[in-house]
C-alpha cells in the first residue's frame, strides 16, 4: 500500500492541507484513504446513542453500519495505542494512504509550515521529511511548495509514491 504523509506542529495547516489533498488526488481518478493521529481522546460517538451504551457497557469493539457508512470504535481499556503498521493493515486496498501527523514514524512526509504558528521547521532535523508546504518562502534542502499549491504538493507526492 502507497503511504505519504502530512506532519507539522500545531496550527501549521495539515488538516486543511490533507483535506485538499483528498480532493485533487480523488479528483485526478485515485481512491484515497486517510489515517490522522490524535494526540487526545477522541470519540466519534454520541452520548446516549445505542452504540455508545454497547461501549459503555463493556464491549471491546463496536461495529455500527447503515446504508451509508460502517464505523468500527475499539477500546482500548489500557491497551497500548496499536503501531501505524497495524492501522494501515485495518484499511481496504487503495491507491494512496495520506497519513495526518505519525511525525515520528518513517514513511515520507511533506511538512505543513504557517510562519504565524512561532514553531520552528521540522524538515531539517527530520530526514523522512521530504519537502516543505509553506505560506512564507524558504531556502530547504527539500523542495518548499506554496502551502496553498494544492497541486504542485500533489504532483510530488504522486511522483514520490509512483502514481
Same mark, same amino acid.
Given at each position: 500500500?502507497?503511504?505519504?504523509?502530512?506532519?507539522?506542529?500545531?496550527?501549521?495547516?495539515?488538516?486543511?492541507?490533507?483535506?485538499?489533498? &483528498?480532493?485533487?488526488?480523488?479528483?485526478?481518478?485515485?481512491?484515497?484513504?486517510?489515517?490522522?493521529?490524535?494526540?487526545?481522546?477522541?470519540?466519534?460517538?454520541?452520548?446516549?446513542?445505542?452504540?455508545?451504551?454497547?461501549?459503555?457497557?463493556?464491549?471491546?469493539?463496536?461495529?455500527?453500519?447503515?446504508?451509508?457508512?460502517?464505523? &468500527?470504535?475499539?477500546?482500548?481499556?489500557?491497551? /497500548?495505542?496499536?503501531?501505524?503498521?497495524?492501522?494501515?493493515?485495518?484499511?481496504? /486496498?487503495?491507491?494512496?494512504?495520506?497519513?495526518?501527523?505519525?511525525?515520528?514514524?518513517?514513511? /515520507?512526509? &511533506?511538512?505543513?509550515?504557517?510562519?504565524?504558528?512561532?514553531?520552528?521547521?521540522?524538515? /531539517?532535523?527530520?530526514?523522512?521529511?521530504?519537502? &516543505?508546504?509553506?505560506?512564507?518562502?524558504?531556502?530547504?534542502?527539500?523542495?518548499?511548495?506554496?502551502?496553498?499549491?494544492?497541486?504542485?504538493?500533489?504532483?510530488?507526492?504522486?511522483?514520490?509514491?509512483?502514481?
Amino acid at each position: 500500500m502507497r503511504v505519504y504523509g502530512v506532519t507539522g506542529w500545531k496550527n501549521a495547516g495539515k488538516t486543511g492541507l490533507v483535506e485538499r489533498l &483528498v480532493t485533487e488526488i480523488t479528483g485526478r481518478g485515485f481512491s484515497v484513504s486517510t489515517v490522522k493521529h490524535a494526540h487526545h481522546a477522541v470519540d466519534v460517538d454520541q452520548t446516549g446513542t445505542d452504540s455508545f451504551r454497547h461501549r459503555e457497557a463493556g464491549a471491546s469493539e463496536v461495529l455500527l453500519a447503515s446504508g451509508k457508512r460502517i464505523a &468500527v470504535m475499539q477500546e482500548l481499556r489500557g491497551a /497500548p495505542e496499536p503501531p501505524l503498521a497495524d492501522l494501515l493493515a485495518r484499511l481496504l /486496498p487503495v491507491d494512496l494512504v495520506l497519513i495526518e501527523g505519525f511525525k515520528r514514524e518513517s514513511h /515520507p512526509k &511533506v511538512e505543513a509550515f504557517r510562519a504565524e504558528a512561532g514553531n520552528a521547521l521540522m524538515a /531539517p532535523e527530520n530526514s523522512t521529511i521530504r519537502a &516543505v508546504a509553506s505560506d512564507t518562502p524558504l531556502q530547504l534542502q527539500v523542495p518548499v511548495f506554496d502551502l496553498d499549491n494544492t497541486a504542485a504538493v500533489a504532483d510530488f507526492i504522486l511522483k514520490e509514491v509512483g502514481l
